[in-house]
């Protein structure tokens, strides 16, 4: 799901400018409403995450990514592009969060550093799969529409393998538990 969110975030602006004619400036517009969105998204998931967890925070944030990213998929109108745009960001600043706190609470506290390390090489490793079947569906089929839909490939991709990670209390043998 992490690929699918950051070529969303990496292409989304060619999407939106090339698909739904969005100028420069609103590009630019749009790219601040939308973090400012995200940095609310984050702070409202931040309680999510406490109460129930950052799985079911990236689970939620990934399908809520999905669903409006495959509605822009289908639209057609400028102004509908907004609609659905804009509540995308709801979900990107909990995603990237959740991530994070989700790796904190499954890492043994003596091996921290390392699983953060491999979150960040696995990252690094996979970063080309995303964009790479993006542009290729883009050319096979001449339609950014059909480019972008690849993202929706990774996140549910995604979202089904976060389904089978065990929950918190369960990541952490009761050896190494402090």
Known sequence: ????????????????????GLSFQDLIFFGISINLIAGVGAIIFAWVDDWLGPK???IIGVGGLALFGGALLVIESQKLFWVFGLPLGVF?????SASR?????MAPPSMRMEFFGLYALSGKATAFLAPALLAWTTAAFDSQRAG???LIIFLLLGMALMIKVPPLNYCIPSSLKP
Request: proline share 3%.
């Open 148 to 150: 972008m839909s690849t």
């Open 92 to 96: 990107v600043g909990p995603i990237q």
């Open 1 to 20: 799901y992490t690929d699918g969110l950051n070529t969303l975030l990496a292409f989304g602006g060619i999407y939106a400018a090339g698909t739904f």
């Open 56 to 58: 079911i925070v990236i």
């Open 101 to 105: 706190s989700l790796m904190a609470h």
